[in-house]
């Protein structure tokens, strides 16, 4: 059974920096792509950024160049970097097995605000 427990949101003001952490089992983590998503209030489920099984990484526009998708593949542990953190990047963060976010977690959430 797929377990994704994600952790690491909190209050954060515009400009700072969190790091979130998704502990994942149930499936051969290694070898699959993992995905972050987003919801923000009132809006659709986002896709933020993917991480292949070899680590290449791909990102949405809107975070491109300040968010950093890792993974470790020991631990069976998903990462998301989050830099320069603006009020637009404020929703529950999701870690996925698939883009469109059908299997995830519970997420956390990230405030960003002054």
């Known amino acids: 059974q797929v377990q994704l427990v994600e952790s690491g949101g909190g209050l954060v003001q515009p400009g700072g920096s969190l790091r979130l952490s998704c502990s994942t089992s149930?499936?051969?983590?290694?070898?699959?792509?993992m995905y972050w998503l987003r919801q923000a209030p009132g809006k659709e489920l986002e896709w933020v950024a993917t991480?292949?099984?070899?680590?290449?990484?791909h990102y949405a526009d809107s975070v491109k160049g300040r968010f950093t998708i890792s993974r470790d593949n020991i631990k069976n542990e998903l990462y998301l970097q989050m830099e320069r953190l603006t009020t637009e990047d404020t929703a529950v963060y999701f870690c996925?097995?698939?883009?469109?976010?059908?299997?995830r977690g519970q997420g956390t959430q990230v405030t960003v605000s002054s």
């Open positions: 996925a097995t698939d883009s469109r976010g059908d299997s």
């Open positions: 149930g499936f051969a983590f290694r070898i699959w792509w």
């Open positions: 991480s292949d099984r070899d680590g290449t990484t």
